[in-house]
């Protein structure tokens, strides 16, 4: 969706008489402090089009944390380019910087406006209904693990045990969307473990054998984040961290399919999705889409108001039918916070969604989100 809110952002800067040229930052603040930016302003509509539901960012992204004085370096440049209006789009280190460089560009008084778009899978900005990016997701991984079922059920003996492995690096929304499709017990997943909840190596093997015994198979959905009740990652592989001092962690599937296997001597597999979830052109959400891309356009009428620190939100109307509105909120309200996923959302076991969450995320997928499976 980081398209679709820079095509928003495009058109709507177009619109206006108070532009004359559009820039972006190839691979975010790395560009500009390299001085790589390109045109945008003269891009035809039919590839704006195009590019609104192209996966991937069509500019190039990053993971680099800036420091003071590369704020101040990225403020002069934007001088030099007689840049007046910021929109910068990501998640709560994207927030982070476009706080940074408003805070900077203000004190220095130098006028230029900075706004966050936010776009995130993990859905975990506060002072938002949702994300942009996240619905798309939400539709994959529920259509994943909803056809990953059905697969497990017509061999079972091969691999009765099915560990799907997500993204979401210290939220759940992503694995508790994989409950989505899920209409009775035979459906998939039959468990979902996400990292708002310390994950019990004794309960999970349980629950598998007791669903297994019944069943004849079990399709569980992990976030790739999880801990267990000492906060110690389940996944073996901790190799690293990125430059905001997030963990890389690579394995939770793994280490489940080794419990099944030890303990229980069962058959069992991973399925790690990784990227694909989040670049899949097949399962956008039409609603996605729409607010993505009036993200774009809200953060540009933001800054021609004079606002800066600033970020877009979304604020949801009303479910049925499902409409929402642009809004905005300070950045340093949202800037390096988390929201996660409520514990009202998961039933008393912690291992399955309620109605609750059902309510909240399945009009973010659009209409017909699923397809009919037949039995």
């Not at 798309?136 to 909803?146: C, E, F, G, L, Q």
């Not at 998939?188 to 473990?193: A, E, K, T």
């Not at 984040?225 to 997030?246: K, L, P």
Request: charged fraction near 25%; glycine fraction near 8%.
């Amino acid at each position: 969706m980081i398209n679709a809110s820079l095509v928003g952002a495009i058109e709507e800067a177009r619109a206006s008489d108070r532009i004359d040229r559009v820039l972006g930052m190839r691979r975010g603040v790395e560009g500009l402090l390299a001085g790589e930016t390109v045109d945008l302003t003269d891009i035809p509509e039919p590839v704006l089009e195009d590019l609104a539901r192209t996966p991937g960012a069509a500019l190039g992204s990053c993971r680099h944390k800036v420091s003071e004085d590369e704020v101040a370096t990225l403020l002069a440049r934007l001088v030099d380019l007689k840049v007046e209006y910021v929109c910068y789009i990501g998640g709560n280190d994207s927030a982070d910087t476009a706080n940074r460089i408003s805070r900077i560009a203000a004190e220095g008084g130098s006028g230029v406006k900075a706004i966050a778009i936010p776009k995130t899978i993990d859905n975990d900005l506060p002072e938002t209904d949702h994300c942009p990016g996240y619905a798309s997701v939400a539709r994959y991984v529920a259509i994943a693990a909803a056809e990953s079922t059905l697969d497990t059920r017509s061999l079972p003996t091969n691999y009765p045990v099915k560990i799907i492995e997500v993204m979401g690096r210290d939220a759940g929304w992503l694995a508790a969307a994989a409950g989505l499709a899920r209409q009775d017990e035979a459906d998939g997943p039959q468990l979902i473990y996400v990292p708002e909840l310390p994950f019990d190596r004794f309960a999970f093997v349980d629950s598998v054998r007791e669903i297994h015994a019944r069943l004849g198979y079990v399709v569980v959905v992990v976030a790739e984040t999880i801990r267990d009740a000492h906060c110690q990652s389940v996944a073996q592989d901790v190799a690293s961290v990125d430059m905001f001092g997030h963990p890389i962690v690579r394995g939770a599937g793994d280490t489940l399919v080794r419990m099944v296997e030890d303990e229980l001597r069962l058959p069992a597999r991973v399925d790690k999705p990784g990227s694909l979830q989040r670049s899949s052109w097949a399962t956008q959400s039409a609603v996605d889409l729409r607010e993505a891309r009036e993200a774009g356009r809200e953060a540009v009428r933001l800054a021609l108001a004079g606002q800066t620190g600033r970020m877009v939100t979304i604020e949801r109307i009303s479910n049925a039918p499902y409409s929402s509105r642009m809004s905005s909120v300070a950045i340093d309200r949202i800037a390096n916070q988390q929201r996660l996923l409520p514990r009202e959302f998961l039933d008393a076991a912690g291992t399955g969604i309620t109605e609750a969450f059902r309510e909240y995320a399945l009009p973010l997928l659009g209409p017909d989100p699923f397809p009919d499976y037949v039995s």
